[in-house]
């Protein structure tokens, strides 16, 4: 089934550690984003990717980097895990410009 | 920049009653407008979105909006809400230009009566 996949599901992560959360998509869509979604907050766009090379920082970027080497593909890096970033992840992706999002299920984070 | 304000954040109506989610923006340019709905442990799915034509847009499930410029809404409604209606909905807006990003509500959570 087309879409996208996100791995892990879930983690549970000590202060400080490194962890890359994995997205991949098979729809050959050109933008892929990064979404935190916190009670109360919505969604808050992180970073994205307008095509394969390109990345831009969204709303709250601080803490977090990505990469985006091919289509396919748009990994969220947190170089030094805090507990305010305790959240649930969320990658999306679009076709062309200003079209529906196609999310995720989600990698529920818990920093301790 | 693009801003959206959902009114209320829990929303409870009785099955088959009328369900009315509202939604306010502010853009500076002719917006896109979306609205989506989550379930429990899902990701988010679109229920219809207003790029230009027609003010009043119809999506899935029986739910519309209509896009009002001169109020600056969007709100969402259902004639009938039904059980399998409860759920997240988040109305959203990009700037209506060649800009992919989305800024998101804070979300309405809506529960059914039996």
């Known amino acids: 089934i087309a879409g996208i996949t996100q791995a892990p599901t879930s983690q549970i992560l000590a202060a400080g550690r490194r962890m890359t959360l994995r997205c991949t998509q098979d729809?050959?869509?050109?933008?892929m984003y990064w979404y935190r979604q916190d009670l109360g907050l919505g969604l808050r766009l992180i970073h994205y990717?307008?095509?394969?090379?390109?990345?831009g920082k969204g709303e709250v970027p601080d803490g977090y980097s990505v990469s985006r080497a091919n289509t396919d593909d748009f990994p969220l890096t947190l170089a030094s895990a805090v507990p305010s970033q305790t959240s649930v992840y969320f990658c999306?992706?679009?076709?062309?410009?200003?079209?529906?999002?196609?999310f995720g299920n989600g990698t529920r984070l818990t920093v301790t | 920049a693009q801003s959206v304000t959902q009114l209320g954040s829990h929303v409870s109506v009785s099955e088959g009653a009328l369900v009315l989610l509202r939604c306010n923006y502010s853009?500076?340019?002719?917006?896109?407008l979306f609205w989506y709905v989550q379930y429990p442990n899902q990701g988010l799915q679109l229920l219809l979105k207003?790029?230009?034509?027609?003010?009043l847009v119809k999506g899935i499930n029986g739910f519309e909006a209509e896009f009002k410029k001169s109020e600056t809404s969007f709100h969402l409604t259902k004639p009938s809400a039904h059980m399998s209606d409860a759920a997240e909905y988040f109305c959203?807006?990009?700037?209506?230009?060649?800009?992919?990003?989305?800024?998101f509500g804070a979300g309405t959570t809506v529960t059914v009566r039996a």
């Open positions: 729809m050959r869509h050109n933008a």
């Open positions: 999306a992706s679009s076709d062309e410009p200003n079209s529906p999002l196609h």
């Open positions: 853009s500076s340019v002719p917006p896109y």
């Open positions: 959203a807006v990009t700037r209506g230009s060649n800009d992919y990003k989305l800024s």
């Open positions: 990717s307008n095509t394969a090379g390109t990345t």
């Open positions: 207003y790029t230009t034509g027609a003010t």
